[in-house]
């Protein structure tokens, strides 16, 4: 069975600008959710989607936004792109949602620069 | 609000040197604790998942073990390929927490021949 993949694995931008990921889950994986690594502050939750809703939400500005489709792919985009933005994203996929023994499996991450 | 701590932070072993590392967490009642290993560049690859206290689970030279405050994860005779960083991780039990994780900062392991 094939992992989660996550497209594109790098990415360069400059401040001010936008930018779309997309993850693409476990196949017959319904929930996906995005987190944000960095050095400083480590792997963050910001959100999760299933049944193409968002069911929960991390600290993060409105300028990170998400959204799923009916086959349960995955984007996120960060408007107006900030230094601090840079970060790897790394989407996890999941059977279910807030069930007991549904493990969350990790994508390759997308490896984000804003110069 | 849900807390995760690992310590220490990093860790030096000789290959065969065994070691523990330490996963503390405050968690509004705990659905699962997960432990999760990350080497440079790549996502996090599930491990274990850890439901109660007094549970252990082992694999190859891992073994994690849980109590209610706490979770170990024993790296017995280490090799050189066990070099990476773990992590820990807690899952709340409320319906609206989901599938999220709350994750501690990691402990990087090197492991020396």
């Known amino acids: 069975k094939a992992g989660v993949t996550q497209t594109p694995r790098y990415l360069i931008k400059t401040r001010g600008q936008q930018v779309t990921l997309s993850c693409s889950p476990i196949?017959?994986?319904?929930?996906v959710s995005w987190y944000q690594q960095t050095p400083g502050q480590g792997l963050q939750f910001l959100f999760e989607?299933?049944?193409?809703?968002?069911?929960n939400k991390g600290n993060f500005p409105g300028r990170f936004s998400g959204r799923q489709f009916s086959n349960s792919r995955s984007e996120m985009n960060v408007s107006t792109l900030e230094l601090g933005d840079s970060a790897l994203y790394l989407c996890?996929?999941?059977?279910?949602?807030?069930?007991?023994?549904?493990?969350?499996?990790f994508g390759p991450g997308t490896r984000l620069t804003v110069l | 609000e849900d807390q995760v701590t690992q310590s220490p932070e990093a860790l030096r072993l000789q290959e065969g040197e065994s070691s523990s590392l330490n996963c503390s967490y405050t968690?509004?009642?705990?659905?699962?604790l997960f432990w999760y290993r990350q080497d440079p560049g790549k996502g996090p690859e599930f491990l274990f998942t850890?439901?109660?206290a007094g549970e252990e689970k082992e694999k190859e030279r891992l073994k994690a073990t849980l109590t209610k405050k706490e979770s170990f994860l024993h790296i017995t005779a280490p090799k050189p390929e066990d070099s990476a960083t773990y992590l820990c991780?807690?899952?709340?039990?409320?319906?609206?927490?989901?599938?999220?994780?709350?994750f501690g900062g990691g402990t990087r392991v090197l492991v020396k021949p």
């Open positions: 996890a996929s999941s059977l279910g949602w807030g069930s007991v023994g549904d493990t969350q499996y």
């Open positions: 968690v509004s009642g705990l659905r699962g």
């Open positions: 196949s017959g994986h319904r929930s």
């Open positions: 991780a807690v899952q709340a039990g409320y319906k609206a927490a989901g599938n999220k994780l709350t």
């Open positions: 850890l439901y109660s």
């Open positions: 989607y299933f049944s193409e809703t968002q069911r």
